[in-house]
């Protein structure tokens, strides 16, 4: 009967709810004129930062540690910037009859970013799965999608991509990894104000992509993009990121299993290998895409937040798998003329 209860991951996840608020912002009171120059500079700004941060955060240790275990990260990497994208180019078929040609641009876009970090490590730990692997594997992602990324969306979507051009190529580089690698270099000096003040550098993060939000929705607002979008087509958006999610979450837990590979690693590659980053997307496509990224990050916006309450079911549930409660559960020495006591040991966290 506690089953029935109103289960927690019902509640739209906050940021959530904080990134559709600035997108109603932008769509009210869109940045005109000067205010929209002043946002945009101070949009590039804050995403040479956020890539700085990022730098600045990647333990060096933890990622050559973390080649030990090349097979599970080799695997969530194919499953990020091969069968992601592969399946995108499947959704082609789609056009016109689910997706426009501007929302698919947007959802092969999706398929080309990086794997999250904190929530694969959150559900990874819920579920009781490889931990370490799955802060490796999302690091490696993203460091590796600073490069990939850019790279695919200029061999899948060219200048279809709604400006992506050499120049792009070069403010990829220039906003994204210089910051980066500047991060990294100044690791040994400033990781541990980094550290020390990880809560307070969250929130530039997230104020960081709010803004990035703000920017590239007020100009698709001005630009008149959004006459564009219909509620049909976006239900056929949502139709779509459903069935991929799907395939993915499927494809990852059984397709490693047939790999070999045991049931933490299994975890931490199903929930690394099927999920995107908002956090390093959204500041890519407004680099790549300019004037059109408003709607090139509106399927990468949902895909986030059906990934997040999806995923946080299927945690829960592994978490009561019969494998995860004798593992929870300490082997008890046999003590003559006794039994073991069935059902009295406690769950682990």
């Known amino acids: 009967m506690k089953r029935l209860s109103r289960p927690s991951w019902l509640p739209i996840d906050p940021y959530v709810l904080l990134l559709l608020g600035t997108v109603c912002l932008a769509a009210l009171l869109p940045a005109r004129g000067t205010a929209a120059d002043v946002a945009s500079g101070a949009s590039t700004a804050a995403i040479a930062f956020l890539f700085f941060l990022y730098g600045a955060r990647l333990s060096t240790r933890e990622a050559v540690d973390g080649l030990r275990h090349w097979r ?12 992601f994208p592969v399946l995108g180019l499947a959704a082609r078929g789609l056009v016109p009859v689910l997706l426009t040609h501007p929302l698919y641009q947007g959802f092969l876009f999706l398929a080309l970013v990086p794997s999250t970090i904190q929530s694969s490590i959150a559900f990874t ?3 009781r799965g490889n931990v370490p692997a799955a802060i490796c594997a999302g690091s490696f992602s993203s460091l590796v999608g600073i490069v990939i990324t850019p790279l695919l969306a200029a061999a899948l979507l060219g200048n279809s991509g709604g400006g992506f051009s050499a120049d792009s190529m070069v403010k990829i580089v220039l906003q994204l990894l210089v910051p980066f690698v500047a991060g990294q270099l100044l690791r040994p000096w400033i990781g541990g104000f980094v550290t020390r003040h990880k809560k307070v550098l969250g929130l530039v993060d997230r104020g960081s992509i709010l803004l990035v939000v703000y920017t590239a929705f007020s100009e698709g607002m001005v630009r008149g993009i959004w006459h564009q979008v219909s509620a049909v087509r976006l239900g056929g ?8 999610l799907a395939v993915m979450l499927l494809l990852t837990w059984y397709g490693a299993k047939a790999l070999g590979f045991g049931r933490g690693d299994r975890i931490a590659i199903q929930f690394a290998g099927s999920k995107k980053s908002l956090a390093s997307g959204l500041p ?11 709607l090139a990050v509106l399927p990468l916006m949902l895909f986030h937040q059906m990934q997040l309450m999806v995923c946080a079911v299927i945690a829960k549930r592994r978490a009561h798998d019969p494998e995860a409660q004798e593992e929870a559960v300490p082997p008890v020495t046999p003590v003559a003329e006794s039994r073991p006591a069935v059902g009295t040991g406690t769950p682990g966290r």
Do not use: R
């Open 125 to 127: 730990s819920i579920a």
């Open 237 to 244: 958006l949502l139709v779509v990121e459903a069935v991929l």
């Open 72 to 83: 599970l990260h080799v695997t969530v990497l194919v499953c990020t910037f091969v069968v």
């Open 284 to 294: 890519m496509a407004s680099v790549l895409f300019g004037a059109h990224a408003s």
